[in-house]
């Protein structure tokens, strides 16, 4: 089965350039977003095609998820999978700087150029081909496969928690982001507000009477509490630095990124807001309750040693579910059990397609994996793509890789899908 499976990619490349052709040219760039109904349909009917029973639901107007199932022959026995994957791309940023068009595909010197090319419908054509050649093939498959298509991954917009929260699962969950076929886990990054706000308003002419001896007025700035904040910040993230590690990540990985501030009103007042936008990384054993958490309890302690803030506390926001509507965005962490069956039984069909062992390790970037994983579903990233391409100008995905990343994906569906299950 592996060269016949082998063979058929093999001849249907240029079906697989034409369908990544096909999905680049859906622009549906995020932010904006809200455009992604004509490239969730194109899949949607690619899906139907190939005998998935498919729905479709709006997370934001004009922004649906996908979701195709196709029933394996004994569901009950056999092992299910989840083949998850986002179809926005991120922004294009400087146009002028692209020597190819940016939504139209170029093949040149084995690559193909345009935006979303790594990151990641390439992944996302190389999956819909490898369902279509395994139909062709009348493979049967014993479990269930899903697949879904997801909006948003790019602002923060989490389609796929959206999918978790309607209750489809799996045995196992591949996420298909690029991972340079590599066998990820990943560290999780949340983003919070902090906000300092004074109970009374001030004239600028004031200050004098907040700081100097008998000006009676217990007032203060805003901004300048704020540096009280920003200072013990940095403190929590040298502690976290010093004492939090994890196999995999580099010491310190654990940032608190002071990103945006925002403050006051004009220049003839005292500030009496001020906001500080911040994004907090962290391990994989670890959640973004638990270091939200641990931040709130530092700062209440800075807090407490100010007279002050003891009186106007601070405010905090964390996450969201979209950067665009909401500014604030979630990536739960996703550990990863290297020993798991199917985790085995991907690296495994990894060395028999590129000849080489899988390499299993932890992500440098986050993905939508993480929900999945949050819900109770054993997942992994997995896919082709390198880091650099993605966001990138000129984005490209070497084809080779596309083809041989088709392989490993059909072995993979066949052998897990027909593999009874543990529970
Ligand atoms: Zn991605």
Request: hydrophobic share 40%; glycine share 8%.
């Amino acid at each position: 089965m592996e060269n016949r499976i082998s063979n058929l990619v093999d001849e249907r490349l240029e079906e697989l350039v034409q369908l990544l052709a096909d999905l680049v040219r859906f622009p549906t760039v995020s932010p904006p977003a809200r455009n992604t109904t004509g490239v969730q349909r194109y899949i949607q009917d690619f899906l139907e095609q190939e005998k998935f029973e498919t729905v479709s639901w709006d997370v934001f107007p004009s922004d649906p998820n996908v979701v195709g199932i196709k029933k394996g022959t004994d569901g009950n026995l056999y092992n299910s999978l989840i083949i998850n994957g986002h179809i926005d791309v991120a922004e294009v940023g400087y146009e002028t700087e692209w020597t190819v068009p940016v939504f139209e595909l170029t093949t040149k010197d084995g690559n193909a150029y345009g935006r979303g090319t790594s990151d990641m419908k390439g992944a996302v054509a190389a999956t819909l081909l490898a369902v279509k050649l395994l139909n062709e093939l009348g493979v049967e498959l014993k479990g269930d496969l899903q697949i879904q298509t997801v909006i948003g991954e790019e602002a923060g917009e989490a389609g796929t928690l959206s999918c978790m929260e309607k209750g489809y699962t799996a045995d196992f969950a591949l996420v298909v982001d690029g991972s340079d076929r590599q066998i990820h886990g990943q560290g999780g990054v949340i983003t919070g507000w902090i906000t300092i706000k004074s109970k009374e308003v001030f004239h600028d002419a004031m200050r004098m009477s907040m700081l100097h001896a008998g000006g009676s007025v217990n007032g203060a700035s805003a901004i300048e509490k704020m540096m009280k904040v920003i200072a013990g910040l940095q403190d929590l993230e040298r502690h976290w630095a010093v004492t939090k590690k994890y196999p995999g990540f580099a010491p310190g990985t654990t940032t608190i990124n002071p990103a945006v501030i925002e403050g006051g009103r004009h220049a003839a007042f005292v500030a009496d807001e001020c906001r500080l936008w911040i994004t907090v990384h962290f391990y994989p054993n670890e959640t973004y309750q638990s270091v939200t958490k641990e931040i709130e309890e530092h700062l209440n302690h800075v807090a407490k040693a100010d007279t002050w803030l003891r009186e106007n506390p601070i405010h905090f926001r964390w996450g969201g579910k979209s950067m665009i509507e909401e500014r604030g965005e979630i990536f739960p962490a996703l550990e990863m059990n290297a020993d798991h069956a199917a985790v085995q039984l991907l690296a495994h069909c990894h060395e028999q397609t590129e000849k080489s062992p899988a390499i299993i390790g932890m992500s440098r970037s986050v993905t939508d994996a993480g929900w999945l994983g949050a819900a109770g579903i054993p997942t992994v990233i997995y896919g082709p793509g390198k880091l650099e391409e993605a966001h990138s100008v000129d984005e490209k995905i070497n084809i080779e890789e596309l083809v041989v990343f088709t392989k490993t994906l059909m072995i993979f569906i066949n052998e897990w899908c027909n593999t009874t299950s543990v529970n």
